[in-house]
């Protein structure tokens, strides 16, 4: 079946400090993959996402590469600020593109 | 600006009462999705729908129902609230057969049932 793990958290950082966040799927077919942030008491939205092997998605300086061989999709960015507090979410689509399923979110807090 | 917009950012309801949560998108999308959202749990499926009339248990349905009278509005019923129904719920919509497509996410709703 179709699933996503991603790294526990919490997570808290130092303003400028470089992020990681792990994510690894199972899947069958061929999915296409996302990162979500949720910002306080608001909804999900759709950071980046990779729909092929070898593709990498980018915003705001966040950074995604879509890892056939390891079945990852590892969220990364340089130089996290303040703003960047918030839930980041990994997910997949099913090979229909009907479904998605969602890691269990990891809460970054970035410090001043 | 493509939307999701639920009707309400928070409710109080009492226990016993029927609780009606109202999703409305404005993408001409075919699916839609209603998730809670718990603290260690993730998002977690409560029904989805592809089509107008047409419903499909997901993953936690019991106590919720669903209707889908329009292509853009997609509602969640608790048919007698309870204090284990106190959640966030969020609401999304994607593009029938769309594979490279995202969902769309509303605001969400936070529930209390007291």
């Known amino acids: 079946g179709n699933s996503v793990t991603q790294m526990e958290g919490p997570v808290t950082l130092s303003e400028e400090a470089f992020l990681t966040i792990n994510c690894t799927y199972t899947a069958t077919g061929y999915p296409s993959l996302f990162w979500y942030v949720q910002y306080p008491g608001e909804g999900l939205q759709l950071l980046l996402k990779a729909t092929k092997a070898d593709d990498k998605g980018s915003n705001k300086g966040f950074e995604a590469t879509y890892r056939k061989e390891t079945t990852s999709f590892h969220l990364e960015k340089g130089s996290v600020q303040v703003s960047d507090s918030a839930v980041y979410f990994c997910?997949?689509?099913?090979?229909?593109?009907?479904?998605?399923?969602f890691g269990t979110g990891t809460s970054l807090t970035v410090i001043p | 600006d493509v939307k999701v917009t639920q009707s309400s950012r928070y409710l109080v309801k009492r226990t016993g009462e029927k609780v009606f949560l109202e999703c409305v998108q404005d993408m001409d999308h075919e699916n839609m999705f209603w998730y809670r959202q718990d603290p260690g749990l993730g998002l977690r499926l409560i029904y989805f729908?592809?089509?107008?009339?047409?419903?499909e248990k997901g993953d936690i349905p019991e106590g919720y129902s669903v209707s889908r009278e329009k292509k853009e509005r997609f509602s969640l019923i608790l048919e007698s609230a309870s204090t284990n129904q106190t959640s966030m719920y969020l609401c999304?919509?994607?593009?029938?057969?769309?594979?490279?497509?995202?969902?769309?996410f509303g605001q969400g709703t936070r529930l209390t049932v007291v």
């Open positions: 729908s592809y089509d107008v009339k047409m419903k």
């Open positions: 997910a997949l689509s099913d090979n229909t593109g009907n479904q998605f399923y």
């Open positions: 999304a919509s994607s593009l029938w057969g769309g594979m490279n497509t995202e969902a769309f």
